[in-house]
């Protein structure tokens, strides 16, 4: 098995708990740098990472023979940090959202040919083995003919230092954070069907409270300037007539953080109950469901820890390196989220301003 270098660009709390630790203790990646401005977190991670280079700088890693850089920096940073990785000829692990516009997709999809580097995303909800239990029962569902999905968080807005509440920082709140996820389960669901109808509301009734934090994050608050939404809700239609109904809460009134997957087919409808990512305050074991004629029968679902979608994605990693086709597959697959997150925040200002 080749053993690829990597370095880990953004030491923010996701660089530090999802990605340092697990691509460490993976026997396919060596850790050879980490990059962050902050001298304060470069200095706190030296004392806990052990061996590895400590830079401020992406422009540093020039000369280390880097395989692939894992960047997990602020939604507004992706872009320039991956484009300039890839036309160095760095492949790109890149966290979501891959970028926040559809210039911007253009502008990866040339550099990635330009650097014969590959573009890769993070997709982790893809990874989760009950949404992998959920994808396989795609073919017993017959024709798709219409998509639930949800993440409901009672409290989770994140602060990230304040940029993730702050739209020039980061694109949008919970439609480009927790939506893009929901989005990301839909694909495989979908299939080859193309979405070209897209409609949506926003609100914002607790973006603002600092009650309403993500505590898993350690973070301080959620400040009292934010100008994003903390819930999104989006209805979409496919050129076969599939129809899409999406919802994202960073906060809710609800007492705990769940994720609801529906799929319903001309066969049968499929549900998965379960709550993605790290919150303390979520639903116990994940239950998923098959209703055929009247009858619902409850399917078996493997019991894995939190977070093991990331060590599974981790695992995925060296083949789509080594595999010339990955190249432009996520860039096409980010493209359709961007474009329907895009056509979501498009019909809302439309309605400002009418």
């Known amino acids: 098995m080749k053993t690829y270098?990597?370095?880990?660009?953004?030491?923010?709390?996701?660089?530090?708990?999802?990605?340092?630790?697990?691509?460490?203790?993976?026997?396919?990646?060596?850790?050879?740098?980490?990059?962050?401005?902050?001298?304060?977190?470069?200095?706190?991670?030296?004392?806990?990472?052990g061996n590895l280079k400590l830079l401020s700088s992406v422009d540093e890693?020039?000369?280390?023979?880097?395989?692939?850089?894992?960047?997990?920096?602020?939604?507004?940073?992706?872009?320039?940090?991956?484009?300039?990785?890839?036309?160095?000829?760095?492949?790109?692990?890149?966290?979501?959202?891959?970028?926040?516009?559809?210039?911007?997709?253009?502008?990866?999809?040339?550099?990635?040919?330009?650097?014969?580097?590959?573009?890769?995303?993070?997709?982790?909800?893809?990874?989760?083995?009950?949404?992998?239990?959920?994808?396989?029962?795609?073919?017993?569902?017959?024709?798709?003919?219409?998509?639930?999905?949800?993440?409901?968080?009672?409290?989770?807005?994140?602060s990230g230092d304040g940029w993730f509440t702050d739209r020039r920082y980061s694109g949008g709140g919970a439609l480009v954070d927790l939506g893009w996820h929901l989005l990301d389960v839909a694909g495989p669901l979908l299939g080859d069907a193309e979405i070209d109808q897209v409609i949506g509301s926003v609100s914002a009734?607790?973006?603002?409270?600092?009650?309403?934090?993500?505590?898993?994050?350690?973070?301080?608050?959620?400040?009292?300037?934010?100008?994003?939404?903390?819930?999104?809700?989006?209805?979409?239609?496919?050129d076969n007539g599939t129809s899409v109904l999406v919802r994202a809460s960073w906060a809710s009134h609800e007492q705990r953080d769940v994720t609801t997957v529906t799929v319903h087919g001309s066969e049968g409808t499929a549900r998965l109950r379960c709550t993605f990512g790290f919150s303390p305050n979520r639903e116990g074991a994940a239950v998923l469901s098959l209703t055929c004629d009247g009858e619902t029968v409850a399917l078996p679902v493997p019991e894995e820890p939190i977070g093991s979608e990331y060590d599974r994605q981790l695992n995925e990693l060296p083949g789509l390196l080594a595999d010339?086709?990955?190249?432009?597959r996520a860039i096409e697959d980010a493209r359709k989220t961007v474009r329907v997150i895009?056509?979501?925040?498009g019909s809302v200002n439309r309605r400002r301003t009418a």
Do not use: M
Request: proline share 4%; with cysteine; net charge negative.
């Open 5 to 49: 270098r990597v370095a880990v660009v953004g030491l923010g709390w996701a660089g530090r708990s999802i990605w340092l630790p697990r691509l460490q203790a993976h026997p396919a990646f060596d850790v050879v740098a980490a990059v962050d401005p902050e001298a304060v977190i470069r200095s706190t991670v030296g004392r806990e990472a």
């Open 324 to 328: 010339p086709a990955s190249q432009g």
């Open 205 to 238: 009734d607790f973006v603002n409270d600092s009650s309403r934090g993500a505590v898993w994050r350690h973070d301080a608050g959620t400040g009292a300037h934010g100008d994003v939404e903390d819930t999104a809700n989006a209805f979409l239609v496919t």
């Open 342 to 345: 895009e056509g979501v925040y």
């Open 61 to 158: 890693l020039k000369g280390l023979s880097v395989d692939l850089a894992v960047v997990a920096v602020p939604n507004h940073l992706h872009h320039d940090v991956a484009k300039g990785l890839l036309l160095d000829g760095i492949s790109v692990f890149l966290e979501k959202p891959v970028c926040l516009s559809s210039a911007e997709v253009d502008s990866l999809a040339a550099a990635e040919r330009a650097g014969r580097a590959t573009l890769l995303a993070g997709s982790a909800a893809n990874f989760r083995a009950d949404v992998l239990a959920l994808h396989d029962l795609r073919k017993e569902l017959g024709h798709i003919r219409h998509l639930e999905l949800t993440w409901i968080r009672a409290r989770g807005v994140p």
